[in-house]
T-cell receptor, first 112, second 112 residues
Framework: GQQLNQSPQSMFIQEGEDVSMNCTSSSIFNTWLWYKQDPGEGPVLLIALYKAGELTSNGRLTAQFGITRKDSFLNISASIPSDVGIYFCAGQPLQGAQKLVFGQGTRLTINP | KAGVTQTPRYLIKTRGQQVTLSCSPISGHRSVSWYQQTPGQGLQFLFEYFSETQRNKGNFPGRFSGRQFSNSRSEMNVSTLELGDSALYLC???????????FGPGTRLTVT
């Protein structure tokens, strides 16, 4: 089945540093979504990408839909304590309609 | 607009019992998807409903079923519960096909 490889699995950074994470797949995806999940809560949508090559920002967050349609990255600039959490990439495969395939998540820890 | 709501938030059941979880989507959203989240398997797609019809189904046994009502509210049922069904069950709503999905807070099911 389709899988998304998300890396890194965890990150330990200092407050103020920039963060970069990415997802890759062997299959083509039609849509890429990035979510953040806090403990005990549902994932919160951060950025949605619909076109290959699309670069979208949401405040300090920037994400891009890879040209090959098989990858996406998320950057967080000038990290702050509330950025702590687990970040997930999710893709909608061309044939899968509303079915989302998720990456394994990147756990972000920030040292003050 | 109010977000996706799920009830109950927490549930404890005994092996062999059945359970019904409820989801109310964002007003105007007609697509509702269900996901299971566990530490070992991550986020896995269960099924998706649109206009009271199941459009997509994941690789889960028949003990997992769902339905959608005319007001787009959805329920998920798990029969003959097993210990391995303990998980966070997440509902997500979407305004349309291949668009972003918004998650509810989830129902934490514990099977003892």
């Amino acid at each position: 089945g389709q899988q998304l490889n998300q890396s890194p699995q965890s990150m330990f950074i200092q407050e103020g540093e920039d963060v970069s994470m990415n997802c890759t797949s062997s299959s083509i995806f039609n849509t890429w979504l990035w979510y953040k999940q806090d403990p005990g809560e549902g994932p919160v949508l951060l950025i949605a990408l619909y076109k290959a090559g699309e670069l979208t920002s949401n405040g300090r967050l920037t994400a891009q839909f890879g040209i090959t349609r098989k990858d996406s990255f998320l950057n967080i600039s000038a990290s702050i304590p509330s950025d702590v959490g687990i970040y997930f990439c999710a893709g909608q495969p061309l044939q899968g309609a509303q079915k989302l395939v998720f990456g394994q998540g990147t756990r972000l820890t920030i040292n003050p | 607009k109010a977000g996706v709501t799920q009830t109950p938030r927490y549930l404890i059941k005994t092996r062999g019992q059945q359970v019904t979880l409820s989801c109310s989507p964002i007003s105007g959203h007609r697509s509702v998807s269900w996901y299971q989240q566990t530490p070992g398997q991550g986020l896995q797609f269960l099924f998706e409903y649109f206009s009271e019809t199941q459009r997509n189904k994941g690789n889960f046994p028949g003990r997992f079923s769902g339905r959608q009502f005319s007001n787009s509210r959805s329920e998920m049922n798990v029969s003959t519960l097993e210990l391995g069904d303990s998980a966070l069950y997440l509902c997500a709503s979407s305004p349309g096909q291949l668009r972003e999905q918004y998650f509810g807070p989830g129902t934490r099911l514990t099977v003892t």
